[in-house]
Each structure stands twice: as structure tokens, then as C-alpha cells.
């Protein structure tokens, strides 16, 4: 054999050697390095899915919560209350800015794919959401006339306006969409004055 041809063969073995050596590397580790790099089938959550995921939440509980609110005023208008005029000049106020506020948040609720939570309408009576009022303290202010339902009136309503708040304040951390943050912030503002007109007149 020529001195040529030894050495091709040298060289053809020597490369083979080294493919045989990589093949088997990859051999070893080729089915686990395919395996992590598929794409996982369930894409982990975006920082935008998760605010949507908030603001979602935050509609299907407040719409319930602005519910009870608007019931509440309802029940300071009827007559038979015998409320004060400053409180029902407060209920009046309340109603007007939170019956469309609902309107609002239901109309987000269908454009995002979404669906006011059957299961809010139950927290709303069993007083698990934040300022809550349960069906017996709802049934005793119905019962209430007069200055005694004034100050329950009033006493339920800041409890109730400090709920909101807390929920407001938690959306305006997480929440990207200029609309949830707009009525979130509006919250804030008017709970806020109206929780400080209302503890002056338990005060008074």
C-alpha cells in the first residue's frame, strides 16, 4: 500500500472515529435535548394575560359589590325608610354613579370573552367579598325607620365603600387597560369623599 493511501485511510478512520464519538453524544443526549426543547402545550402565562386575568376578576366581583351599593340606596329612597335627607341625598349620588358603572364593567365583560361569576352573586349575600353585607344585615336595615336607619344606613355604607376601595386599590397595581384604571381610579376618588361626608354625619 502507497504511503498515500495509508494515510487516507488513517485519516478516514480517524474521522470516523470522531463522528462515531459525537453520534453517540448526541445519540446519549439527543432524545432528552429534543424532549426539553418541545414547546411546552401549555404556554406560560404572558405579564398582559395575567393583568387581563386581574381585571376580569375585578369586574365580576365589583359588579356584585356596586349591586348590593345601588339595593342599599334603593332601600334609603323607598318612603317607608324614613331616612334623612342627607342620606338620601348620599343615595341618590351613589345610585347615579354606580348603576352605570355596572353597565360599564358588563359591557367589558362580554367584550373580553367573559362572564359575570354566578358564583360573585352567591359571595354577595354570604358577605365574602371585601365590605360585603350578608342577607341578615340587609334584612335589618330593611326593618330600620327613621334616625335608627339613618345611622345603620350610614355605618353599612362606609363598610361597604371601604370594600370597594380595596378592591380598587388592588386592580390599580396590576391592570394595563387605560378604561380599568380610569373607573378603578373613580372609585377611589368618590368612595373616598362620600366615606368622608359619611363618617362626618355619624359623628354629627
Same mark, same amino acid.
Given at each position: 500500500m502507497s504511503s498515500r493511501r495509508v494515510a487516507l485511510t488513517a485519516? +478516514? @478512520?480517524? @474521522?470516523?472515529?470522531t463522528l462515531t464519538a459525537c453520534g453517540g453524544g448526541s445519540g446519549t443526549t439527543g432524545a432528552a435535548g429534543s424532549a426539553s426543547a418541545a414547546p411546552s402545550t401549555a404556554a406560560p402565562a404572558t405579564p398582559a394575560a395575567d393583568a387581563r386575568a386581574a $381585571?376580569? *376578576?375585578?369586574?365580576? *366581583?365589583?359588579?356584585p359589590h356596586h349591586e348590593q351599593a345601588v339595593e342599599m340606596a334603593d332601600l334609603a329612597l323607598a318612603p317607608a325608610a324614613g331616612a334623612g335627607t342627607d342620606? /338620601? =341625598? @348620599? =343615595? /341618590?349620588?351613589i345610585k347615579a354613579a354606580q348603576a352605570p358603572e355596572i353597565a360599564t364593567m358588563g359591557g367589558w365583560l362580554s367584550a373580553w370573552g367573559a362572564e359575570a361569576d354566578d358564583d360573585m352573586g352567591g359571595m354577595h349575600h354570604g358577605a365574602s367579598m371585601p365590605g360585603m353585607m350578608s $342577607?341578615?344585615? *340587609?334584612?335589618?336595615?330593611? $326593618?330600620?325607620? +327613621? =334616625? =335608627?336607619? $339613618?345611622r345603620m344606613w350610614l355605618t353599612m355604607m362606609v363598610a361597604h365603600h371601604e370594600g370597594a376601595l380595596t378592591m380598587a386599590d388592588d386592580v390599580l397595581e396590576t391592570t394595563q387597560d387605560p378604561q380599568v384604571r380610569s373607573l378603578a381610579e373613580a372609585v377611589v376618588s368618590g368612595q373616598t369623599a362620600e366615606i368622608a361626608t359619611m363618617k362626618s354625619l355619624l359623628a354629627g
Open positions: 485519516a +478516514g @478512520l480517524t @474521522l470516523a472515529a $381585571d376580569v *376578576m375585578f369586574a365580576q *366581583m365589583m359588579i342620606v /338620601t =341625598a @348620599l =343615595a /341618590t349620588r $342577607d341578615e344585615d *340587609m334584612s335589618a336595615l330593611g $326593618d330600620a325607620r +327613621g =334616625a =335608627a336607619f $339613618d
